[in-house]
């Protein structure tokens, strides 16, 4: 070893290799440790980016939706989608059922509406 790598940079005390090998250790575990913080740093970064925009399309998409339920083609023809729905769950579980569905969900909506 030269005079230079066993005195300490300032000091001109000689070191010893275990204190040598420890302050390099000590380095290198700044150095993981800024790179661990610079990296958590780019990753929320990153993580908020992708929330901001899904919440920009979520909010887009619900203000077209809302568009769209507002128009004259889909306010006529409701009820044909009504219709349309009804006979797809008649297949599904017979006309007997659908009708005592549909009375339920009548009650349901009106009772309690009297006066």
């Known amino acids: 070893m030269s005079e230079s790598q066993i005195n300490g940079p300032t000091t001109g005390t ?3 290799d275990g204190a040598a090998a420890e302050a390099d250790l000590a380095a290198r575990l700044a150095d993981s440790e800024a790179e661990r ?3 958590r740093n780019e990753l929320d970064a990153r993580s908020n980016e992708s929330v901001e925009s899904w919440l920009e399309v979520v909010g887009t998409e619900s203000r ?3 568009q769209m339920h507002g128009t004259l083609s889909w306010r006529i ?3 044909l989608r009504f219709v349309r729905k009804v006979q797809l769950k008649a297949a599904q579980v017979g006309v007997a059922q659908v009708a005592q569905l549909a009375v339920a969900d009548l009650r349901r909506r009106f009772t309690g509406r009297r006066r």
């Open 37 to 39: 913080d610079r990296l």
């Open 64 to 66: 077209i939706l809302g």
């Open 14 to 16: 000689p070191l010893t």
């Open 77 to 79: 023809t409701k009820p």
